[in-house]
C-alpha cells in the first residue's frame, strides 16, 4: 500500500512542474521531494515524470495517475474541512428519537431555543415509544434517545430530563366520587381508557397494578396520549394519563383528577446514548444546551417546562 504522504508530494509536483518549486510549498527539501518521487515511481512500477532542465512534465503514466490523485486527494481535504465544521458546529445533523408526546411538550421549545443558536446544525427527529426509541440507537439511526430510563443501565450514558407521574382523570360530569380516594380494585372496575399495549407507560401502569394482583382490562385503547384526554372528557371512561402532559387539560377543568388511595411511583424520562460509542459533536451540545436550559428553567421556576396539550 502506496503512503498517503507520497501522492501529496506528487500532486504538488505535478501541479508546480518544479522539484524545487514544489519543495517549497511543502516545506521539504528538494532531495526529500525527489526521494519520495522516485520511491512512488519504484512502487508503482512505472515512470511517472520527465526531466529537464526546466523541470519536470507528466508521463502519459502520470497524467493518468495525477487525475484520480487530485480527485480523492480534492475529497479528503474537503471531509477533513466538513469535520472541522462539524466539531465547530458550523454544520452537522443532529438525529433525535422520542415519543410524539415528549417531542410535542417537552422538546419542541428546546429545539427552536437550540436552533436559534445553531442554525447550521439540521435536525431530525424519529418518533416512537421508548424501546423503540433504544432500538434505533442501537441500530445507529438515532443520535439521542429520549426514552424511560433503561432497565440495562449498562448499555448506556444517561441523563435525567424529568419525571411523570401516571394519574387517572374522568369528565367533571362523570359518574364517580371525585372526592373519594378509589382503591386499585375500583379503578379498574371503571371503563378504562388506556394507551395500546406497546405504549411504556401503559406497561409500567399495568405491571404496577399486576405486582398488586389486579388486572386492567380497559374498554378502549388508543396510540395518542392527546386522545386519551379526548375521550375521557366526553364522558367515555376514566383515562390513565401522563400528568405533566395533561396540564392544559386539568387547568382548564376539562379533565378531572379520580383521586386514589394509592400512588403509583414516577417514572424518569432520560436523554440516552451508547456509552461504547463518542456522540457527535452536535448531540453533545445538544445534551449540554438541555441540560444547562432545564437548570435554568429549574432554578428559576422550580417545576420544569412543558407546552400544554
Do not use: W
Not at 373519594?180 to 401503559?202: D, G, N, Y
Amino acid at each position: 500500500m502506496v503512503k498517503l504522504e507520497l501522492y501529496r508530494v506528487f500532486r504538488e509536483v505535478a501541479e508546480a512542474g518544479n522539484i524545487s518549486l514544489a519543495a517549497e510549498n511543502l516545506y521539504l527539501s528538494q532531495s526529500a521531494v525527489s526521494q519520495s518521487v522516485k520511491q512512488l515511481e519504484q512502487q508503482l512500477g512505472t515512470r511517472l515524470f520527465l526531466r529537464s532542465p526546466r523541470g519536470v512534465t507528466l508521463t502519459e503514466d502520470g497524467r493518468l495517475l495525477f487525475e484520480y490523485v487530485r480527485s480523492a486527494m480534492g475529497l479528503l481535504e474537503t471531509g477533513e474541512d466538513k469535520l472541522q465544521q462539524s466539531r465547530t458546529l458550523q454544520a452537522g445533523t443532529l438525529v433525535i428519537g422520542a415519543s410524539d408526546t415528549v417531542t410535542k411538550t417537552y422538546l419542541v421549545s428546546r429545539l427552536e431555543a437550540f436552533h436559534q443558536n445553531y442554525p447550521a446544525i439540521q435536525i431530525r427527529i424519529l418518533n416512537g415509544t421508548s424501546q423503540m426509541v433504544l432500538d434505533y440507537l442501537h441500530a445507529g439511526q438515532v443520535d439521542i434517545a429520549f426514552a424511560s430510563e433503561p432497565k440495562d443501565k449498562d448499555a448506556y450514558s444517561i441523563r435525567h430530563c424529568f419525571d411523570t407521574h401516571q394519574i387517572f382523570v374522568a369528565a367533571p360530569n362523570y359518574d364517580c366520587d371525585f372526592d373519594h380516594a378509589h382503591t386499585l380494585e375500583e379503578i379498574a372496575a371503571f371503563p378504562l381508557i388506556l394507551l395500546e399495549r406497546k405504549a411504556s407507560s401503559r406497561a409500567y401502569v399495568e405491571q404496577y397494578f399486576q405486582q398488586h394482583g389486579v388486572s386492567l382490562k380497559p374498554e378502549i385503547e388508543l396510540g395518542s396520549h392527546n386522545l386519551l384526554i379526548s375521550l375521557a372528557r366526553i364522558g367515555l371512561g376514566v383515562a390513565c394519563v401522563t400528568e405533566e402532559f395533561s396540564q392544559s387539560g386539568l387547568g382548564r377543568g376539562v379533565i378531572l383528577p379520580v383521586r386514589t388511595a394509592f400512588e403509583i411511583p414516577p417514572r424518569s424520562v432520560c436523554m440516552c446514548t451508547l456509552r461504547d460509542v463518542s456522540p457527535t459533536s452536535a448531540a453533545n451540545r445538544f445534551m449540554d444546551f438541555i441540560s444547562e436550559s432545564d437548570k435554568m428553567t429549574y432554578d428559576i421556576g422550580h417545576s420544569y417546562h412543558f407546552t400544554n396539550v
